[in-house]
């Protein structure tokens, strides 16, 4: 790592430090040179698997996508913007977990809802109806039925 005073590149690390959630690593440096401290954080990058979409085509994994569909899902309803950002983490940390090459976006829609589920019932039946592609209106009922069964 250069030293941002004298760009040599000869350091010792005086400290390092794990994050709470164990994601990222903050490092105190000293410069060898010069003398001077600085902060270095080494964090998990996320390789993104490719989303196979209904129709068979491929695209890059974009959580910005996912993140907007949630939104226009919770729209108007009592739903946190940090609970819409944990659905999202989570999703990251599965794909993370499971290191799969490619994922279908259905299963990415099943995995959303599974968490959504427990969060907002409006919510989870908007985007139910987005990524789950009812048939009918009879297939949309019987999936919802089966939620307020399990609410209740
Ligand atoms: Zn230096």
């Known amino acids: 790592m250069k030293c941002p005073f004298c760009f040599n590149s000869d350091d010792k690390v005086a400290d390092s430090r794990v994050s ?46 996912i993140l907007n569909g949630l939104i226009k899902a919770c729209e108007k309803r009592q739903v946190p913007y940090q609970n819409i950002e944990e659905i999202i983490q989570s999703v990251e940390k599965w794909i993370e977990e499971t290191n799969l090459k490619e994922v279908k976006s259905d299963d990415i829609g099943k995995f959303v809802l599974g968490k959504l589920k427990n969060i907002d019932a409006i919510s989870y039946v908007r985007f139910a109806s987005v990524y789950l592609s009812f048939k009918d209106i009879n297939e949309l009922y019987e999936n919802v039925s089966e939620l307020i069964k399990k609410q209740s």
Not at 25 to 31: E, G
Not at 47 to 58: A, E, F, Q, T, V
């Open 20 to 65: 709470k959630d164990g994601r990222s690593t903050r490092r105190k440096r000293q410069c060898n040179v010069c003398g001077k401290r600085f902060t270095t954080i080494e964090t998990i990058v996320v390789s993104s698997p490719l989303i196979i979409k209904k129709d068979g085509r491929r695209e890059s994994f974009d959580r910005q996508k």
